[in-house]
């Protein structure tokens, strides 16, 4: 069975600073593991992907996540936060030939100016 | 290009009336999802489907049905709405690979923009 658990459903930064969101999974399987983000009103898009290559995989809008087996997490961050940030970001699990992805229960980035 | 989409994008139902989402996607995708999301509780997988005929039961698949008669279409339909059934409801679809041992599931899913359902 796997699962993800995604610590704080809203997540508040100034412009310019660190974002960071957190992601613990866990799988009986060796994970793969992925951040999607929700604009409002839209659906969900790729953020970025670990397949069981580099363990610091970076995404798309300066995005970056670390896959670190010891500690069962997959946080995200990115260095230097912007207004069009703000979104709903859910992690997500799914391993070697399965079909399925679990999904967290997502967390809110909100970017004050 | 389309990529994936859903219709209707609202719907207002009356408790125990029956309804059916439709999702199409133009991508030749071999695999197809309905997730309903639900406020603090992410997306929760409702069934899936694999490749054109098949399908199987995700996370909270009670008081829904779906088939997949064409590779192109995931059909979501619900029997007898009942008020818990209320959410929103997004079709997505990916794609395989096999690399010789066993066809994986890129887990790059594509979504459609979504079907809010209220059910009164």
């Known amino acids: 069975a796997q699962s993800v658990t995604q610590l704080g459903s809203h997540v508040s930064v100034s412009e310019g600073a660190l974002v960071l969101l957190r992601c613990n999974y866990s799988?009986?399987?060796?994970?793969?593991l992925f951040w999607y983000v929700q604009y409002p009103n839209q659906g969900l898009q790729l953020l970025l992907k670990?397949?069981?290559?580099?363990?610091l995989v970076k995404g798309i809008n300066g995005f970056e996540a670390e896959f670190k087996k010891s500690e069962t997490s997959f946080h995200l961050t990115k260095p230097s936060a912007h207004m069009s940030d703000a979104a709903e970001y859910f992690c997500?699990?799914?391993?070697?030939?399965?079909?399925?992805?679990?999904f967290g229960s997502g967390t809110r980035l909100l970017v004050r100016p | 290009n389309a990529g994936v989409t859903q219709t209707p994008k609202f719907r207002v139902l009356k408790t125990g009336q029956s309804m059916t989402l439709l999702c199409a996607q133009d991508m030749n995708h071999e695999y197809m999802y309905w997730y309903r999301q639900d406020p603090g509780m992410g997306l929760r997988l409702i069934h899936y489907s694999v490749g054109e005929g098949t399908t199987a039961k995700g996370e909270v698949p009670d008081g829904y049905n779906v088939s997949r008669l064409k590779k192109q279409n995931f059909l979501l339909g619900l029997e007898s709405a009942a008020p818990s059934q209320t959410s929103v409801y997004f079709c997505?679809?990916?794609?395989?690979?096999?690399?010789?041992?066993?066809?994986?599931?890129?887990?790059?899913?594509?979504f459609g923009e979504g079907s809010r359902l209220t059910v009164l």
């Open positions: 997500a699990v799914s391993g070697e030939s399965s079909y399925k992805l679990i």
């Open positions: 997505a679809s990916s794609y395989s690979f096999n690399d010789g041992t066993l066809p994986t599931n890129t887990g790059e899913l594509f």
């Open positions: 799988s009986s399987v060796p994970p793969y």
């Open positions: 670990y397949t069981s290559a580099a363990t």
